[in-house]
């Protein structure tokens, strides 16, 4: 998807922050001040990007999209166009797994217009908890999505999937066919992040550095051990406790074929201010740090004979 963006209204969509990062001197970058109108977005039927590397690493950044399709935009709240539900700045904290050699794929589109780490069925992957919708109807602090109230229809539901959903899910499952074919092991690397106080979704403060693997289901018993032997100090850390891998987590895990996944909710205290959602670049460095012993980590441990 070519952006086309007038120069004097970059402004506009990009804080003078992002612009300035070595990542989006490096890469196309999505907005972080204002939604992308799709009327910028070209013709292109693209929905997400994918940045080839060399390494037997893929992570994936489902919740990282900031755009709204303009004809989905104008049904929703003032509020909600504002996507404050983002995983902000991955692409900014994860510049290290570039430069190193993973690969990496992130959506063009809001969680808000279709969340793609959801099944294509909407059956909920923590039974009895109160969850977002495939296509979901309220913000995390529950208020609403679209005017009046309303919810998306089965109809416009299956449009999203076999427009936004679909195609991301084959570029995962293409990444990690020919990284299969490559390599013995390979690890899908789910980056997310979160607020660390949403009391729709868990009680208190959410510790810093929360690891899922579907309870030791979703990788190799390798994976598991360096894990529970990670110190993630000074943060706060736990694994399969309130988040414990979502679908992609979940789906793409193939023990005969050697692919192992690994979700990682990361608290958004540790890099930004939270009341602003403005990038704080000396907590991210600092955090920046333990990410990048986690990766190489990972990496050492699919690499070891």
Known sequence: MEL???????GQYYSEFLLQTEVARNWPVLP??????????????????YFPGHLPILLSMPHNGTCIPNDIATTMTTQARQVRDTDWFLQVLYDFALKMG???????YSRYVIDLNRPETDESLYPGANVTELCPSTQFDLKPIYQHGGTVSKVEQQRRVERYWR?????????????????????LFEAHSIASVVPRFFSGQLSDFNFGTNDGASCTAAISD???QFSAEPYSQVCNGRFKGGYITRAYHDATRGISSVQLELSQRTYLDEKTARYDSKAAAAVQKVLQNLIVGLLETIQAK
Request: proline content about 5%; overall charge negative.
């Open 4 to 10: 086309v963006i007038n120069q004097a209204a970059v």
């Open 32 to 49: 972080d001040r204002e939604v992308l109108p799709s009327t910028a977005a070209g013709t292109s039927e693209e929905s997400f990007r």
């Open 102 to 108: 993973c690969h990496v794929i992130t959506p063009l």
């Open 167 to 187: 195609p991301y899910h084959q570029a995962l499952q293409q990444t990690l066919d020919a990284l299969a074919s490559q390599h013995e092991q390979v690890l």
């Open 226 to 228: 360096f894990l529970a």
